[in-house]
């Protein structure tokens, strides 16, 4: 299962969530938690170690055939190749997207992150990021997808938009 969305869109408080109590997922794998846990007071400098330890994790679960869930802005194409190796060896691809409104919103969310102690996403690449991520969703990986949703995840709670099983 892929928790996706523009950064500041809740994908970590959302998978903490959501995934104990709606699925049988226990393996999440979040590149910002393991950011913070090689770099705890500048995770931000442990950004690309974390993401090929992802990667690398991602692949040791699918080659044991374990359920497990990640979490992307799906800005770019790096998964695709995986998510479809991954179908091709029996998999059922979910993919949670929690969108936002405003990359104006997004910016607001992860000021009120830093603020409480959370990591920081740089301005720039949350701006080049933000309709990327949505238009990769869409175009990109819900293709792909054997069931997806779509969540506003602008106000206190999730509001699902759209569900496909």
Do not use: C
């Not at 819900?142 to 969540?151: F, K």
């Amino acid at each position: 299962m892929v928790i996706a969305g523009p950064n500041g869109s809740g994908k970590t408080t959302f998978a903490r969530e959501y995934l104990p109590h709606e699925t049988d997922v226990v393996h999440f794998v979040n590149a910002d938690l393991i950011a913070g846990g090689l770099s705890p007071l500048r995770p931000e400098l442990a950004a690309r170690q974390a993401g090929r330890l992802v990667l690398r994790e991602l692949t040791r679960l699918a080659n044991t055939r374990k359920s497990f869930a990640f979490e992307s802005t799906l800005s770019g194409r790096t998964y695709l190749r995986l998510l479809r190796k991954w179908k091709l060896s029996g998999y059922r691809i979910e993919i949670v997207f929690l969108s936002l409104p405003s990359v104006h919103l997004a910016l607001q969310r992860i000021a009120s992150r830093v603020r409480q102690g959370g990591h920081n996403v740089p301005r720039s690449d949350v701006i080049r990021r933000f309709d990327r991520s949505s238009r990769n969703f869409h175009t990109l990986y819900r293709p792909l997808a054997d069931g997806w949703a779509i969540y506003d995840n602008s106000g206190s709670s999730p509001q699902l938009l759209e569900r496909v099983t």
